[in-house]
């Protein structure tokens, strides 16, 4: 851009932020609603959620909604007839209890705790005002009685390790055998064998040491012949030194210390040994298969104690392996091989299942492109049959039973004209057939089951429409009756306005990237709004709100006379393989062409988004996005707020940083950091970092400010002493990031009130 360019695009800059001052937006007015909007929005729906209490065997349960002023309503729903309604008459129990027990009692505020019918009797006993009550439902007469059982909850929903990844594994675990003939025990670290009876011992191993230890937690194979110690050489130390300026408890600063991996550094590094009991010696294990691991894990022992098998998650992700080792030659091979060219998601895509009776393991893979499940022969490591397959994803394995041979799990993208991040619920058989879904009303989804597990509660919602409760068949996901439909009359009475959902093509021009916008409560559709990103583009997951909530954390920042954006872009995970490789050794990219495009479309069709003054801000992965923003896309992107960012992804803790920039370390680090190219810098920054933050290197920053101040550019910095990861988040910090983004989007100084 000349010079000339450069001058008249600022003079168009400058004359729209004098119409926004001169809107009156970033008033104290402003600034008192948007501190006042959480309280002003509190406690403003009911009905929210249904609580079910089943009755014992029966099909029948009750619930209580809780109403505004403290009222409450009392629901008897009988699912095999299908019915709902009062579980009695409130007026004529509440005159029944008045007259017992000598006190007022309200209709519509009855201290009911619990509930159980009486069907035989035509009767209900109740757990009332502290005792237990016999109520006759024709007379309405009341006798003290025993007081109902505790009731039953719904079962909630089964959820493994991030959202449904599990380690599966049956086999004996510990010092012990078990045919509880031996014991291992470790002696100079190394292993040891002693008889249970008579006390003999042997010694296993002479190569151990302080840094490179034998496990005495070791999987023993179900016939007692053997057994399995991961041996683990330790990482190397890499700490990190942070100083804490003004401590509470003394004058003078203090150094902390901790131990910190970083992209490129050793790792522990942990293998597997096999032990013969019979001859007291190690089996010796090639390590060709396992030679560079991130993690070995979930050791299993096939029934006929032939075989043991672990999960390799080879260094740099690519590769995901379930690998068999014969116990008798000690002859490693692979049984299940998941090889990538970009990353095996196994942070939030990992499942194994061993079905050792019928000699399968159920696995999740991503190698269709959609995150699916797959059923394996143990023996052979073929694959059966892809169990589930579409252009949708598996988000999660709540329940599998081997005895009907069916897998209950969340999905998303199920339904084509619905949001492809909504979760919705489903069933399948192990063969991949009788694909069941148990839910599939328009938003994202939350249930949860009937203890025999015959129905499902089923709770849904969205940003712009509030839950609604039904009750379903697990059977067959058929509605057998809806329940509640959320009240927001008095939050609408507060002039609340909901987050309103948008859709844009993304960078190719045919995949679609969601979003919300956040106007404020006194939105004006003739006023012109600068335009804010709150940005959080981490590849572990996807962020943009889904369920019904009566308070974003963005509302506040839109109150004050912006309009706020969030954006799940492409990189970020919960879509296709394809979607999510985008991040990979490319975090510098944060999905910013799908964004600015999204914004661009969302502008087009609603002309009070300003795009000629867009902001962003975020924090920890956000705040390095933030900050790449006015680096990087400085045409676009003119001022932004940077709390506690991972700038540079050599800085940051080795996990994260490795699984989606890869291993080894190349040029790629150094050329996307927010250091290198800080002398890029054209719009406004702000950082934000405390001191003492243990999750991101605070380094990270002050390396940012280094990198400025030799560049000559002009920035602001907030250092919080004593503050942790995320201080932006406190109230001074929340503050100034508001004041900013009005100084430099709005034009006027902050008028909040002091």
């Known amino acids: 851009m000349n010079s000339y360019s450069t001058i008249v695009r600022s003079a168009v800059v400058l004359f729209l932020v004098s119409i926004g001052a001169a809107f009156g937006q970033g008033t104290a007015a402003d600034y008192e609603r948007a501190e006042k909007v959480r309280g002003l929005t509190s406690g403003k729906v009911f009905k929210t959620r249904v609580e079910a209490r089943w009755f014992g065997e029966e099909n029948q349960f009750w619930y209580r909604n809780d109403l505004a002023e403290g009222k409450r309503e009392f629901v008897l729903v009988d699912a095999a007839k299908a019915t709902r309604a009062a579980a009695f008459d409130h007026k004529r129990l509440a005159e029944a209890l008045a007259k017992k027990t000598g006190k007022k009692v309200e209709a519509d505020k009855l201290p009911v705790e619990a509930i159980e019918t009486m069907p035989k009797e035509n009767a209900l006993r109740l757990g009332a005002s502290g005792k237990g009550w ?161 993690r070995i894990s979930g050791l299993h022992w096939f029934a006929d104690s032939r075989r043991f098998s672990f999960l390799y998650n080879q260094r740099g992700h690519q590769v995901l392996r379930i690998v068999a080792v014969d116990a008798g030659t000690g002859e490693a091979a692979p049984l299940v091989d998941e090889v990538s060219k970009t990353f095996v998601d196994y942070n939030s895509k990992e499942f194994t299942r061993y079905l050792d009776k019928t000699h399968e393991i159920i696995w999740m893979s991503e190698r269709d492109g959609w995150n699916h499940l797959y059923l394996f022969d143990s023996r052979t490591g073929q694959v059966k049959n892809q169990i589930t397959k579409g252009s949708w994803v598996v988000r999660g394995v709540d329940r599998i039973d081997v005895e009907k041979r069916q897998i209950w799990f969340r999905a998303a993208g199920v339904f084509p004209e619905q949001d492809p991040y909504y979760i919705h619920y489903a069933r399948i058989n192990f063969d991949g057939s009788h694909l069941t879904l148990l839910t599939d009303g328009n938003g994202t989804h939350s249930i949860r089951y009937s203890p025999d597990r015959r129905f499902l509660v089923d709770t849904y919602s969205r940003v712009d429409m509030p839950p609604v409760s039904e009750l379903r068949r697990a059977e067959d996901g058929a509605l057998v009756c809806e329940l509640e439909r959320a009240d927001i009359s008095a939050l609408l009475a507060t002039g609340w306005r909901p987050p309103e959902r948008f859709v844009a093509k993304g960078r190719d021009g045919k995949t679609d990237i969601y979003g919300i916008i956040h106007r404020p409560m006194n939105f004006d559709p003739k006023k012109k709004y600068p335009v804010i990103e709150k940005i959080y583009a981490g590849p572990h997951g996807s962020f943009v709100p889904k369920r019904f909530g009566t308070f974003y954390s963005a509302q506040p920042l839109a109150e004050i006379g912006f309009i706020v954006v969030q954006i799940d872009g492409m990189g970020t995970s919960n879509r296709s393989k394809a979607f999510h490789d985008v991040c990979w050794k490319n975090l510098g990219d944060s999905g910013f062409p799908d964004r600015i495009l999204w914004i661009k479309a969302a502008a087009k069709k609603y002309p009070a988004l300003d795009i000629t003054r867009v902001g962003i801000y975020g924090g920890s992965a956000g705040g390095q996005s933030a900050t790449r923003a006015v680096l990087a896309f400085g045409d676009f992107y003119k001022a932004a707020a940077s709390d506690c960012g991972c700038h540079d992804n050599r800085m940051d803790k080795i996990w994260w940083n490795e699984l989606w920039m890869s291993w080894p370390i190349g040029p790629h680090y150094k050329e996307q950091s927010n250091v290198t190219n800080a002398h890029r810098l054209t719009g406004k920054l702000m950082l934000l970092v405390g001191e003492l933050d243990r999750n991101v290197d605070p380094a990270s920053t002050m390396q940012v400010v280094n990198a400025l101040i030799k560049a000559d550019k002009d920035f602001d910095l907030i250092v919080v002493p004593g503050g942790g990861h995320g201080s932006g988040g406190g109230k001074y910090g929340v503050r100034r990031q508001r004041d900013f983004f009005v100084r430099h989007l709005l034009g006027v100084e902050p008028r909040r009130k002091p």
């Open 134 to 294: 016999k109520v006759d439902l024709k007379t309405y007469e009341l006798s003290e009685i025993d007081p109902p059982a505790v009731p039953k909850r719904d079962e909630g929903r089964r959820r493994g390790r991030r959202g449904g990844a599990r380690r599966d594994s049956s086999s004996p675990r510990g010092d012990k055998s078990p045919d509880g003939h031996w014991v291992v025990f470790i002696k100079d670290h190394n292993l040891h064998l002693r008889e249970a009876k008579g006390g003999k011992e042997f010694a296993l191993t002479s190569d151990g040491t302080q840094e490179d230890t034998y496990s005495s937690r070791v999987s023993w194979s179900p016939d007692s012949k053997h057994f399995v110690s991961i041996k683990t050489r330790a990482a190397e130390k890499h700490t990190i030194y942070m100083i804490e300026s003004s401590p509470k408890d003394q004058l003078q600063p203090k150094l902390h210390t901790m131990n910190y991996l970083k992209p490129g550094d050793r790792i522990a590094s942990s293998k597997p040994h096999l032990f013969d009991v019979a001859t007291k010696k190690e089996l010796p294990l090639s390590d060709k298969l396992f030679s560079n691991p991130w």
